[in-house]
């Protein structure tokens, strides 16, 4: 997919006037110039400066220098002056994701290097791995570090590295995976090291993490899973971007020179408020036995309405929550998706009540994802319950449509 211009009058002899261009069959030569110039006889053309030559090759070399270009000048009575070689390697390096949004890794994708909206739209998508799929307590998974169980990998999005080529060439060239050090806090990368029983996953790109270079490369795919570690935010628009360099290494301990950089992007998918007109699934519900304020009588005509429903319901008790019956104002409900995965994620707010830890002890799990948000260096007022946070049904406004629906949140007057 790349091309290689030409400089031929770098070796052109003084008394040079013409040149012709001949190539092994798997080397397309391209002459790029003026509708007023032409070639000469003998498919020859003048030696103009404005006369471009390019060279594409779409065949992995079996051997090193097992292409050729050959460049010969002619002088004033055609006599053949000097001939110039030029030996070409065509290897592949190839860094592949789900850029048409399939669920499946396709290669050879254009600009990979680009994400766009909509239906129509490429780029890949990929989820902050927020649920916990590992048995016992702790963090989420992206909070581990590592991989701790297959489901876990369902909530990444696969890479491939795809290498093609002579052996000689990789022997002597470096690949290295990197990502920028301003994306390196928000995805981690994991490698699928095949050579072990189980497969074993090594944490090759992220936090502190910014470049890895692959041992024994040769013809074949390097999978990798990503994850993201961040929402999109302030002063963060979801996009990451990684790279895989083929470098040139002269020295053993000199920095190597970069001949071909293939890049992909990938955009964290936000999280997404889930409207109340949605057909409901499960129902939390605080239980208050003591005294006056006991709401047994509710909970029992909510249990007949919900059987009904053929919904589930969850009653959290009063030793879970903390006597703090106001769980309308701790949590909000909405989910990520991405083509090959998506699952629900409750948004814990921070009020931090006698609910503050209800979300991460009791609902995040395998499948079932986690965040909060706090206001950094602002106390927190009333406005920040989420009693006070809503997202509309789908509508339109002015024109405009919100097919997920428009996030309202109340604020103090002055407004």
């Known amino acids: 997919g790349t091309t290689w211009a030409l400089l031929c009058s770098r070796c052109t002899p003084r008394a040079a006037t013409s040149f012709d261009v001949h190539a092994t069959p798997a080397v397309t030569v391209h002459v790029i110039h003026s509708p007023t110039t032409r070639p000469m006889m003998d498919s020859r053309w003048p030696l103009d400066p404005d006369i471009e030559v390019v060279v594409t090759i779409d065949v992995t070399s079996r051997t090193v220098n097992d292409n050729k270009v050959k460049i010969s000048y002619y002088g004033r009575e055609g006599n053949e002056l000097a001939v110039a070689w030029l030996y070409l390697t065509c290897v592949e390096v190839s860094l592949d994701v789900d850029w048409s949004r399939s669920g499946r890794v396709k290669g050879k994708g254009k600009d990979k290097a680009k994400w766009t909206w909509g239906p129509d739209g490429q780029g890949a998508v990929l989820l902050v791995n927020c649920d916990r799929d590992s048995p016992g307590k702790g963090d989420t998974d992206s909070g581990q570090g590592v991989i701790r169980s297959p489901a876990d990998l369902q909530d990444m999005s696969m890479m491939l590295l795809r290498t093609q080529g002579p052996s000689a060439t990789f022997a002597e060239y470096q690949v290295v995976l990197h990502v920028p050090e301003s994306d390196s806090d928000k995805v981690r990368v994991f490698h699928a090291v095949r050579g072990e029983s189980p497969t074993h996953y090594k944490a090759v790109l992220g936090p502190d993490k910014l470049s890895y270079v692959l041992d024994h490369v040769g013809n074949g795919e390097n999978t990798f899973y990503v994850e993201g570690l961040a929402f999109p935010d302030k002063g963060f628009s979801g996009v990451v971007s990684i790279s895989a360099s083929l470098l040139e290494v002269p020295h053993k301990n000199s920095p190597g020179t970069p001949i071909f950089t293939d890049t992909v992007v990938f955009r964290v998918a936000p999280w997404i408020m889930t409207p109340n007109t949605q057909q409901p699934l499960e129902v939390f519900v605080c239980s208050i036995k003591q005294g006056s304020d006991s709401n047994e009588?509710?909970?029992?005509?909510?249990?007949?309405?919900?059987?009904?429903?053929?919904?589930?319901?969850?009653?959290?008790?009063?030793?879970?929550?903390?006597?703090?019956?106001?769980?309308?104002?701790?949590?909000?409900?909405?989910?990520?998706?991405?083509?090959?995965?998506?699952?629900?994620?409750?948004?814990?707010?921070?009020?931090?009540?006698?609910?503050?830890?209800?979300?991460?002890?009791?609902?995040?799990?395998?499948?079932?994802?986690?965040?909060?948000?706090?206001?950094?260096?602002?106390?927190?007022?009333?406005?920040?319950?989420?009693?006070?946070?809503?997202?509309?049904?789908?509508?339109?406004?002015?024109?405009?449509?919100?097919?997920?629906?428009?996030?309202?949140?109340?604020?103090?007057?002055?407004?």
């Open 297 to 415: 009588a509710f909970l029992e005509g909510l249990r007949v309405l919900l059987r009904k429903a053929n919904c589930k319901l969850t009653i959290c008790s009063e030793q879970d929550t903390r006597s703090d019956r106001w769980i309308q104002d701790e949590l909000e409900f909405g989910y990520v998706e991405a083509p090959h995965k998506s699952f629900p994620v409750v948004f814990d707010s921070p009020r931090n009540r006698g609910l503050k830890d209800f979300a991460f002890k009791k609902i995040l799990g395998p499948d079932f994802g986690y965040v909060t948000r706090e206001p950094p260096g602002k106390s927190i007022s009333s406005l920040d319950s989420f009693g006070n946070l809503d997202v509309s049904p789908p509508v339109t406004v002015r024109g405009k449509e919100y097919p997920l629906g428009r996030i309202l949140i109340g604020s103090a007057l002055p407004w």
